[in-house]
């Protein structure tokens, strides 16, 4: 069952089996570091590498990346993604905090409900949290 309540069989099928659900964290590629630094590659794509690192062994976690997320002023910045749920948008993250994000996917997948945790949740995903959106079957006229 996917998060607002309608059957997804592609959810389904993967929850049937591992008992989660997929979860696609979107990293910026083009955030630069604290120090706003134009250095090549970018700390975004650092902190990329380091997600797809620390997602390596999961079955149910992909790790993409887009050129910019728009939230510049939060530095290092990424996007956790669950078909039919709450997505959610961190900043203020470091090269270094790809376990994190997975951590929090993991988490994610897990959820019963379409919302990631708040215990358990590292706090760097505490503290970075900038927007939890709704799916858009949970919007009203």
């Given at each position: 069952m996917d998060c607002n309540g309608s059957f997804l069989a592609e959810t389904e099928s993967v929850a049937a089996d591992v008992g989660t659900a997929p979860v696609?964290?979107?990293?910026?590629?083009?955030?630069?570091?604290?120090n706003g630094s134009d250095a090549h590659p970018r700390a975004g794509a650092l902190l990329a590498e380091a997600t797809r690192a620390a997602a390596r062994d999961s079955g149910t976690i992909e790790v993409r990346t887009v050129e910019c997320l728009g939230n510049c002023k939060r530095r290092l910045s990424a996007a956790l993604l669950r078909d039919g749920c709450w997505s959610y948008v961190?900043?203020?993250?470091?090269a270094e905090?790809?376990?994190?994000?997975?951590?929090?996917?993991?988490?994610?997948?897990?959820?019963?409900?379409?919302?990631?945790?708040?215990?358990?949740?590292?706090?760097?995903?505490?503290?970075g949290l900038v927007a939890r959106i709704p799916p858009l079957a949970m919007l009203k006229e």
């Open positions: 696609t964290i979107v990293v910026c590629s083009s955030c630069r570091d604290e961190f900043g203020d993250l470091t905090s790809g376990s994190d994000l997975v951590t929090g996917a993991e988490l994610f997948a897990t959820s019963q409900d379409g919302l990631i945790p708040w215990r358990g949740r590292p706090d760097s995903l505490k503290r």
